[in-house]
Every structure is written in C-alpha cells, then in structure tokens.
C-alpha cells in the first residue's frame, strides 16, 4: 500500500463508505492519515457524583431507580443513578428499549457530558458500560474525529490503524537534525497523533507534524514568490482621474489609514515594478474599497482584474457592490461562481478572453481550468488567510503575473507576517470609519434567551436586523447544540406569540442559512436578508467571512463556547458595520471557569489585534486540542500564534535546503 493509493485499498473500507469519506475531503490513503483527530476523550476512573461539573464529562458507577419512559414527539427514557454522594439523572432519546434493558436496583457505570436540566444537573444520551470493558479502556485517549452522518470515530480509527501496519512512511527529515529540534519520526507522529498514551506524547507528535505543515506551506510559497525587484511592471497605471472622481462620489470620506494604503497602491501600480501587497485591516475597516479603486485605476489603463473570495455568497456581494460604484465609469464586471452551470460559465470565459469583461469575481472555481484572460492586470485576493497555497498557485501555474493585492483581517505579528508572505509589501488599516460606535458586548447564559429575544425584536422594531449563529445544520444527539432548522421555528412560534401578546402586529421574518444549502437558495437567503425582507437570519458560521449587511445591529451567537476566538471576532464584525449602535451577544451553552474567561477575552476587546494576543497569552500549550481556530490560513493542526517558534523554525529549514 502506499500513500496515494485509493483509500478504497484500506481492508474494511467498501464503496458506500467511500462515497462517505469523500465528503470529509478524503480521497487517498494520505488523506486518511491526515484526518487528525479533534480532540482525544479520556475514560478516567468512576467520580463521586457529587463532583459532576456542568459541561464536564464524567463516568459514574451507582445504583439506578425511578425509571421512567415517556412517548412524545421523542420517546424519552430517564432514570437517576446513586452512589453515596449523590443523584444524577440521566436521560435518552428514542431509546426505547432501554426501560426493558435497565433494572432498577442494580449497579451499572455510565459516562457522558454533565448538561443543566431545569434546576438539576444530568447526562443526556451517556453510555452504558460493563464494568469490565470499561476498564480496558481506562486512561486511554479515545480520538475523537470531524464526522459525517454514517461514519463514525470509531471507523475511521480502524481504517488509519489498518492502513498504519500496511503503509511505509518516509521520513525526508535528517535524524540529526530532528533530534537536535527535538522533532519526532514522521511515522511515529502519525501514529501517535491518533493513539497517544497521554497528551504529553500527543503534544510532542503534533509538534512534528505541525512542522512539516509549516515547512510544506513555505516551501510552496517559496517556490510561487518570485523576487518581485526582478518583475517589471507590464501594467502600468499612470492616470488616477478616475479614481478621484470615485472618492468624490463616495458617501463617505476615507480614513487616514484607507488613504494612506490607497496611496501605497497607486503608487505601487504607477512604479517600475509589478506590485505585491497585503493589506491588512480588522473586520468593517473599509478594504473593499480599497480594492474597488484599484481595480478601477486597473481597467482605466486598459487590463482585466480579478477578485478572488472565499465563499460563493461573498462574491455575490461584492458583485452587487462593485456594479453599484463601478457600472458609471463603464466598467463591466461579472460574477464566476461553481454553482453556474456549464453554459454560463463557457460564455464567460469566452468574454473574458476577447475582453468584453473587464473584471471578474468570484471563488476560487474561477481560477480552475478553462478561464483565460485576454490581459490580466491585477489580481485581488480577499480575505486571503481562507486560500490554501495550492489555490493560490494555480494562478502563477497560468503563467499570469499580475499585479497581486492581497487582503486579510487576520491580525497577524509583523514578525510572523515576514515569514508568511515573505517579500510582501505590507499596509495597515489601523483604524476604523469615525461614525462607527463601539459594539456593546455580553457574555450570557440560556436562561437569558428570552430577554435577549425580546431585545433583538426592539431593534428589529425600530427598524433593524439581527444575526443567530448556531454551530449545528440539524439536530444532532451525539454532539448536541444549538441547530439552526429548529432554532429557526422556535423562534418564528416565539415571534407570532410575542406580536399576539404585544398586539403590535410586529411580522418578523426568520429564514436559516446554512452550508448544505444549495447555492442558489443560499444567494436568495443573503439577498432577501441584505434588502431586509428578512429581519432575523439563523445562520451556521457561512456568513463569518466578509458579509457586509449594514443595518443588522445585533450579532447573538449560539453555543459561543465551540467557537475559537478569531472565529467569533470574525463573525461579531458581521454588526458594527455603519453609524448604529451594535451589540454582539455570546450565548453559553455550557458553564465553565475556562469558558469565561475565553469569552470574557472577546467582551472586553474589541479589535482583533488584541483578542489574538490575548488569546495566545490564556492558552496553554495543552490548550492546543479541542476547539478549532479556524479563520486561520488552511492548516490542520498549526496555529501561527500558538507556534509561531515551530514556524520560524521551519522557515529556517527550507531557506537552508536551497
Ligand atoms: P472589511 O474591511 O471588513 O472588508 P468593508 O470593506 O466591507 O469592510 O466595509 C464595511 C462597511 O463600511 C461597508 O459598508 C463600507 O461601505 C463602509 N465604509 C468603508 N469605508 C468607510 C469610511 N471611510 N467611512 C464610512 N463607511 C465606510
Ligand atoms: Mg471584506
């Protein structure tokens, strides 16, 4: 077996769970390996009931009575467990079996996450464990795995300890040198990084894979950066009439942080050299803009740009926002997104080529195959830590050198920035429009729903719109959690009675959005909500990134506790974003000293700057596992502020091997 062998080839893996892996990204046997899990459980020794911790799994052994079942929307099954310290009720969904299974009076051990039920503590859904197995499993970490509906932790841990004895790893790494970083075996690190005896030993194989992550990402980066002192610029800018006239019929005066990188710009476009910038701007600073005007400077002079995005709902709306400023100065922009049909997309690229089209939008499916341009200028990549090397790549693999104009909210370290985007030049967006209010922040938990409800419908009456950020599409017994399918009836039953109540007539629109959506239905969503024909929008984390909807004033993000912290300081930049008062509320689905203090961190600080560092200063190197930082660049385990000494580390290896 080797590594780019179909996963297909792994004993115990047929065609239908091939179709299954493929929906978590996994295609080879190196895919496989490279599902790291999430986080690891630990099956500790039975606790004291008494000790049961809101939140916190927990295994207790004891004695059950006054079980009972009930037939409702959901079969439900509770009983309570006793030991000496105390009662703990548990409880299952459509279980029915159970009632038969469990003897009051008799002694079983169960294990599951500690939830607040009304007033009294309880596991939902725990696991029942003879004692015997259970100590098999004691002390061990269980890996725990990012799923899909039919695949379970379980499989894919005997698919990778399956394709571990089959498969040989090489290890490019000198032993000398890996042992002089204190960086394991390549072999061992893969291995362990699914079956660790401890986190310790989990830590330490992460520490090599986080390595080579790195050392990967700047070997790629090496390769595509050319010494921009040797590109001559061969689309050069030498008039900006246009432009002024555009910042003259702005309804908004810049700031002296947009001007300034304004003017890097089109001093970049009209020098000897092709340009290379980043510019980096916390969320609602105004880059588009930016963007806009070179783009327009661009086309002025006679070539095409181009603007890449992240997500298929964000270059609709740039879209949309670009033909509002650019249509008056004749210039013809069109969007290109993977769900256009066949047809659609060959007459684009058909105009590209001949130039009929001057800028085109869109995800990265427009940089794939089949998309020629006639004389490609610039290049704009928005929100750009989203893009994996490889999307960046296939740019350069075109044989196009444009101008490049890279934009990002990611606060990144100016020390860490060098490494990243190496010779990049670089201009900060360090302040924000001056109408703009400080967001008003809380930290809450559940029993503070129906205030906050309330709330949201005074902002919606006095004209406004609010977000709901839940982390699950659809119910989900195993993971539990806020979804945003039954979220989003509640709360319309919730908004009908309150209107009843209010006799206001107040007719609150609520639609959901989420990533299964199809795109066209997710565009409809964003539209219907960008006009305010929707006042409330339920939403996954699908509009985190650059969605600009105005008048929404309210952030409420559900479950704030499985967010990493860049996470949610993208997705409260979602309000904030004109002269209103806004106000973003962290709704905590669990209790917990560790996930105050995580929240308090975005509670009492509003740029994004200071939440990294923050961040970064409260978490431990074990803090490592568990939530995923995403918003982050494209890896699957580096963070570039937890290990930012493995990146220099790596970025010294590959300057060394040239
Ligand atoms: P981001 O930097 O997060 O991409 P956007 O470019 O989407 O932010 O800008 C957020 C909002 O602020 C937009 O509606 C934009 O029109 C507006 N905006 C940009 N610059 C200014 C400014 N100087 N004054 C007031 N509003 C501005
Ligand atoms: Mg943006």
């Known amino acids: 077996m080797t590594l780019t062998d179909n996963v297909k080839t792994i004993k115990g893996v047929g065609d239908k769970t091939v179709k299954l892996l493929e929906k978590l990204g996994i295609y080879t046997v190196s895919d496989i390996l490279a599902h790291y899990p999430r986080d690891y459980d630990e099956f500790l020794i039975p606790a004291p009931i008494n000790t049961a911790q809101e ?37 299952w969904f459509n279980q029915p079996y159970l009632v038969k299974l469990l003897k009051p009076g008799y002694r079983y051990l169960f294990r599951g996450t500690v939830k607040r039920d009304n007033a009294e503590l309880a596991i939902n859904q725990p696991k029942m464990y003879q004692r015997n197995e259970y100590v098999k499993l004691l002390n061990n970490l269980q890996p725990i795995y990012d799923l899909t509906k039919g695949i379970t932790s379980n499989f894919i841990s005997k ?32 291995k362990i990084i699914h079956f660790p005896k401890s986190k310790q030993e989990a830590l330490t194989a992460r520490r090599r894979l986080v390595f080579d992550e790195f050392t990967e990402f700047l070997t790629a980066l090496r390769e595509l950066q050319s010494k921009k002192t040797e590109e001559i610029n061969r689309y050069p800018v030498s008039s900006f009439a246009e432009c002024d006239q555009m910042l003259s019929n702005l309804p908004f005066k810049l700031t002296n942080a947009q001007m300034k990188t304004w003017s890097d710009i089109s001093k970049d476009l009209s020098s000897k050299h092709l340009m ?148 990049m030049d670089l201009s900060v967006i360090n302040e924000l429009p001056a109408e703009r209010l400080p967001i008003k922040n809380c930290v809450v938990d559940t029993s503070y729903r129906p205030t906050a409800f309330n709330f949201i419908r005074k902002e919606i009456k006095d004209g406004h719109q609010a977000y709901i950020i839940c982390p699950m599409v659809e119910e989900s017994e195993d993971m539990g959690g806020e979804n945003v399918i039954d979220y989003t009836e509640t709360l319309k039953d919730y908004y009908q009675m309150a209107a009843l109540k209010a006799g206001d007539g107040l007719d609150i629109k609520v639609e959901y959005l989420h990533g299964k959506m199809k795109p066209q239905e997710k565009n409809d969503v964003m539209e219907r909500f960008a006009a305010g024909e929707i006042q409330v929008l339920v939403s996954t984390t699908v509009v985190e990134v650059g969605v600009n909807v105005k008048n929404a004033t309210v952030m409420m993000i559900e479950n704030a506790e499985r967010f990493g912290l860049a996470q949610l300081h993208q997705l409260r930049g979602r309000v904030g974003r004109s002269s209103h008062q806004s106000y973003c509320i962290f709704m905590k689905g669990c209790a917990g000293q560790d996930i105050d203090e995580r929240l308090d961190i975005l509670k009492n600080n509003n740029s994004g700057f200071k939440v990294a560092e923050e961040d970064l200063r409260l978490r431990g190197p074990g803090d490592i596992f568990g939530i995923r930082q995403s918003g982050e660049l494209s890896w699957k385990l580096a963070d570039i502020y937890a290990d930012a000494d493995l990146l220099s580390l790596a970025s010294d290896y590959v300057k060394s091997q040239n």
């Open 55 to 91: 939140g916190k799994i927990i295994a207790v052994e004891g004695v059950i009575s006054r079980l009972t079942s009930k037939v409702g929307r959901r079969h439900i099954v509770t009983c309570y467990v006793s030991d000496a310290t105390g009662a703990l009720k548990l409880v």
């Open 159 to 190: 698919a990778v300890h399956e394709a571990l004895s089959e498969v040989e790893i090489e290890d490019k790494l000198p032993a000398s040198f890996r042992k002089a970083n204190d960086l394991m075996k390549l072999s061992d690190a893969i």
């Open 276 to 423: 290379s910038r980043m510019v980096e701007g916390d969320v609602g600073s105004g880059k588009t803009v930016i963007a806009m005007l070179a783009i327009l400077a661009v086309v002025k002079a006679g070539y095409q740009a181009a603007v890449m995005v992240p997500t298929e709902v964000l270059a609709k709306q740039h879209f949309e926002e670009f033909n509002l400023r650019l249509n008056e100065f004749g210039v013809k922009t069109e969007l290109l997104v993977g769900s256009q049909t066949a047809a659609q997309k060959k007459k684009i690229y058909a105009k590209a080529a001949s130039k009929e089209i001057d800028v085109i939008i869109g995800t990265h499916a427009l940089i794939q195959e089949g998309l020629e341009f006639n004389c490609l200028g610039l290049a704009v990549i928005d929100e750009q830590h989203r893009f994996g090397v490889n999307q960046r790549k296939t740019l350069k693999e075109k044989g196009l050198k444009p101008h490049i104009l890279s934009m990002s909210a990611t606060p990144i370290p100016r020390s860490l920035s060098l490494i990243l985007y190496g010779d």
